[in-house]
């Protein structure tokens, strides 16, 4: 396991009364692609806050790549090894030019300057944005400049990206490109832990890890949790469309083969159900 | 009150003296009372329109007319312009300041000319609007409370003004499910007893459900606008433009691929859900 965690607490409130994480354990595969969903206050980015260290383990353990987070001496290679992207991609820029701003995490690891360039032009050509190198952030659509702050974690040639809702703010066509670069970035073999409220964007994942109240509600297959309409509720989400139409449909009389997560899974279901008469 | 925008323009300047054109012409009316979508994708000049509206930006071209008064004339009382519109901006969380919540949401109207009770009362109707406990709420710092809870202080310090016209620029990004549709029910409940709302928004499925009026951007220009039926309903434009289509229109047009053609005029998921279960049970089908 690339990533293991048993018994996670984690509180804000230095008295420990309100835990934003209780009792978590957690286990993620090299090479897996795991999102994690819940509502808002579930614990989700407090969670992964922990797998790279940027909040503090207060109880159980926890350890990525065999580092215990604890390590205060590890903790640079800790987040060289696992890198993050987060919700809001005008926060990420350090610079006013992108290949420079791609280059800033490598110069504080003082990477030799003769690689630097290398390095950055192959990031960039990972997130598809060659010919952008010169250009200044600010010009970028909100895709673009998601993809530059993956670029920038991306050059640190990271094992385990975390996106930390890194789609919430862009549009549909920005969402659509920031999901295919994670796509990529898995079949080349990265561990994905993506944090969303999107259902939807879950349901292509190896494993989903359920959030509630600061706990691990359930943690399986998409097909199994995104098609139960009460653990689903109960975490404070909605089911994908596909999955709310084909409750409906039953409701009306309407019975389809399978429960389908996708539109084209829906969409295949009716058909077939049609060739039957 | 209506709003009558006519064929406005704003550059930008960079520092280089480059001009960049974020609106290019724009030309539309929002009438009183109206709860209107603006939407189109990243760097479309959405955000700028909502300035340009608040009179936070000075149109490079064209008039943005209040009540029939250009609000950009000299001379306009730009005072009661900050009284009628109230902005909410993207992530207002993060214009938090004062050491209570109660000053944070008072502080709107320090100028308006309320005497004490008065801007007391406003600030417990804003509150309690948001749904907190004013006395709960009143006197907590409001940089420690939760990122949901600092979106409803920092909006309660708009209604607090009692805007007529209420603005919001992404109001639900980063919300959940849930959040996002107690956010969009209030804001419904504002607009029915009279409060104009103009939304931004990137969530498709959101402006379909809950605007009457669309307003379509792309790279600055007004592309399409109309009933929020209507402009969804003329697909192909949307389509062509990079921000598509809602999920239920989707479905419909890969329906339509495979064999079963439903309407066209099916925009959302209880379209959708009644055409189906008509089309699947005909016949004595399910």
Known sequence: MIVEGKQICFSYDLGGTSFALQNVDLSIAQGEFVTILGCNGSGKSTLVKQINALLPLQQGELTVAQIDVRNEQDVWLLRRICGMVFQNPDNQFVSSVVAEDIAFGLENYEVPRREIPDRVQAALELVEMEGYEQRAPNTLSGGQKQRVALAGVLALEPEIIIFDEATAMLDPSG??????????????????????????????????????QGRVLSCGKPQAILTNLELMGEAGMMVPMPVRLYYDLQQAGVHLNRCPLTDEELVEEICQLRSKT | MSITIENLSYSYVQHSGEKIAALKGVSCSIEVGDFVGIMGPTGCGKTTLLQLLAGLLSPTSGHIYLHGEDINAKGYDRNSLRQTIGVVFQDPEYQLFATTVEKDVAFGLKHSGLCRDEINANVKWALETMGFEFEKIRHQSPLALSGGEKRRVAIAGVLATKPKILMFDEPIAGLDPYGRQSFLQFITQM??????????????????????????????????????????????????????????????????????ALSPAIVTYDDLLSALKQELTRGGMG
Do not use: P, W
């Open chain 1, 175 to 212: 969402r659509q490109e920031v999901i295919k670069i994670m796509h990529k970035l898995h079949k080349a073999g990265k561990t994905i832990i993506a944090i969303t409220h999107y259902v939807e964007e879950a349901v292509t994942a190896d494993k989903i890890i359920l959030m509630h």
């Open chain 2, 191 to 260: 607009n029915q007893s009279g409060t104009t709302v103009i939304m931004v928004s990137h969530n498709i499925e959101a402006l379909c459900e809950y605007t009457r009026h669309l307003l379509v951007l792309e790279q600055g220009k007004l592309i399409d606008s109309g009933a929020t039926r209507d402009v969804f309903g003329r697909r192909k434009q949307m389509v062509s433009s990079a921000f598509g289509q809602t999920e239920a229109q989707k479905i419909v047009t890969m329906l339509s691929e495979g064999a079963l």
